[in-house]
């Protein structure tokens, strides 16, 4: 079923949280978000916050040319919008790995996309972090059925001449090869906000996530359905790309010890300082900052908190993928 894996803010931690995810995937998913997020955010000002509080989750398919090559084939997962114990708001998000979804155009199956997104909204708070490797091992059963890609150029042949038929017998084919170097983002709306859904080449930049955050309220004339192009703008498109790549002197310190098992790249690395939202810092009496900290203990009876049964519940689980 490939490999399930998370990354970003929880409730119960003060800082970035992961496990399963493969290096090259998060680093990308921290390339992305340091571009797009800090963008939305200070266009957004006042309703930042509120906008944010209330989004709802994003399902997302990322093609395989979309994601670093490494990772090896297709990523589906789901987004949060959550925030750390100190209320420095960033998304949680959980995804699989090398499991070949088919794209939801092609295949629009949402079992597993409901499941996984029923559980990172049941464990969104502190009392029931210990229970995020769930996120990590879905049922097998909930997954969509295969469909793999293959080279751009294709041939076919109709021994019997029809070419009405030829080209309906290659339309899922074609759809699924072209869509390797797309990214399609939805979500499925709720009472009072209609369901939404975004495909483009690539990843989306800060204008689209703006209006993925939002969403559209339900009480709007539902518009026609149309194949192209872009949601009224509210704010001058953008690229998803940074206009300077981050200096080394402009990264925080990572939160992941080099020695740490659990992660599962090569060692440790920086987390972008674009990621922080400036808020409050956490308190220094506030407990570990992540499952990935490492805080000096006064003497053996201070090890009180329940950090070390969230991080061995969830490397048992990154550990048999």
């Known amino acids: 079923m490939g490999k399930t894996g998370i990354f970003g803010k929880h409730p119960a931690f003060g800082d970035f949280i992961g496990a399963g995810m493969s290096k090259p995937m998060q680093v990308a998913l921290e390339e992305w978000m340091g571009a797009v997020l800090p963008r939305v955010r200070d266009n957004l000002g006042d309703v930042w916050q509120p906008l944010y509080d ?19 084939g297709p990523v589906a997962g789901v987004m ?64 969509p059925a295969p469909f793999e890609t293959g080279d751009a150029g294709f041939w ?30 939805w979500s499925a709306g709720d009472p009072s906000r209609t369901a ?38 509210v704010v001058t498109p953008t690229t998803a790309q940074s206009d300077e790549p981050l200096d080394e002197a402009d990264r925080e310190p990572s939160v992941i010890p080099v020695s740490d098992p659990w992660w599962s790249g090569e060692g440790a690395r920086p987390v972008p300082k674009a ?26 009876n201070d090890a009180t908190d329940d950090s070390n049964e969230i991080h061995d519940a969830l490397a048992d689980e990154a550990e048999k993928d």
């Open 275 to 300: 990621l922080y939202e400036p808020e409050p810092e956490a308190d220094e009496d506030d407990g570990p900052q992540s499952p990935f900290s490492v805080k000096p203990q006064t003497s053996d």
């Open 156 to 185: 076919a042949v109709h021994t019997a001449g029809a070419v009405d038929e030829m080209m309906a017998n290659v339309a899922a084919t074609d759809h699924r090869r072209a869509s390797a170097q797309r990214s399609y983002w």
């Open 80 to 143: 949060v919008f959550s925030y750390d114990k100190v209320g420095r708001r960033f998304p949680l998000i959980a995804l699989a790995e090398g499991a070949q979804f088919p794209p939801p155009t092609l295949v629009p199956e949402q079992r597993w996309y409901e499941a996984l997104q029923a559980l990172m909204l049941e464990h969104d708070t502190p009392e029931t972090a210990a229970e995020l490797a769930d996120m990590l091992s879905l049922p097998s059963e909930l997954l």
């Open 196 to 233: 939404t859904f975004h495909a483009t080449e690539g990843w989306p930049d800060a204008f689209v996530f703006q209006w993925l955050l939002a969403g559209n309220p339900a009480d709007e004339p539902a518009a026609e359905p149309v194949v192209e192009s872009d949601p009224e703008p």
């Open 54 to 72: 209330i989004a709802l989750p994003l399902r997302f398919w990322l093609g395989e040319g979309v994601v670093p090559a490494a990772v090896g």
